[in-house]
């Protein structure tokens, strides 16, 4: 087992039963004209982490561990997308709507790909899903339970959104959930902040967070 210096405690794993679970990492969140800014929201801030997430990915590959992104898009049709989700935020240009990035969301358009530093690798595993949540009405739970993983490190955006819920979702499943935290970002630097000290309350209520340098010291000393 490896133990990463985590909040509240340390987080242990097995490589051979972990993922990196890499949230939608997409054009449509970190680019300009994507549904994140058309949202209203600056975009910038979002690709400090691209860095970091890179890092992580590198050493989950080669230590071994799953490689996992997920990928928030819905079907051409929009029939996987509650209309309730298309109408929130009344957007003028919203999911399913042409924007600057193609079709809002939709899944074969520009903005619903991963930015390009973030391109998946063969090996990797793509999830597609039409929630904030990775686990609703996708088939994560069993990918994940087929390869016998039972742990997760979880990076992404945003933090409070799509990176929590998952983390939630997770947890509620069994999962030991580490949120590495410098390696997710959110539009609302303090939404980021608490959903950190979330996540570490309460003995650790719904998982760990640690930053990207800690699980790379413990995965580097354990081939040390
Ligand atoms: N709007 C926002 O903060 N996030 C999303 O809509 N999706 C994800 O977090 N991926």
Redesign the pocket.
């Known amino acids: 087992m490896i133990s990463v210096n985590a909040r509240p405690y340390p987080f242990s794993f097995d490589p051979a039963h972990t993922a990196v679970l890499m ?2 990492m997409q054009r449509d ?1 970190l680019e300009p004209g994507g ?2 800014a058309l ?1 209203g929201n600056d975009v910038r801030p979002l690709a400090r982490i691209v860095p970091a997430c890179q890092t992580l990915l590198a050493l989950a590959r080669h230590h071994g561990l799953a490689v996992i992104h997920t990928q ?1 898009a819905h079907d051409p049709l929009l029939a996987d997308c509650p209309p309730a989700k298309k109408a929130r935020g009344r957007l003028a240009c919203g999911i399913g709507d042409a924007g600057p990035l193609g079709r809002v969301l939709v899944a074969g358009e520009p903005g619903a790909d991963f930015i390009p530093a973030l391109q998946p690798e063969p090996g990797d595993i793509v999830v597609r899903k039409p929630g ?1 949540g990775a686990f609703h009405a996708t088939a994560l739970d069993n990918i994940l339970r087929h390869r016998g993983i039972r742990h997760l490190l979880v990076g992404g ?2 933090t409070e ?3 929590q819920s998952t983390l939630r979702e997770a947890n509620d499943r069994g999962y030991d959930c580490l949120l590495v935290h410098d390696c997710a970002a ?2 609302f630097p303090h939404f980021h902040e608490a959903v950190v000290e979330m996540v570490v309350a309460q003995g650790g209520i719904v998982g760990w967070a640690a930053p990207l340098s800690a699980v790379q010291a413990a995965l580097e000393e354990s081939h040390a």
């Open positions: 949230i939608d969140f549904f994140g949202l928030e904030k955006v945003t959104v799509c990176v959110s539009y």
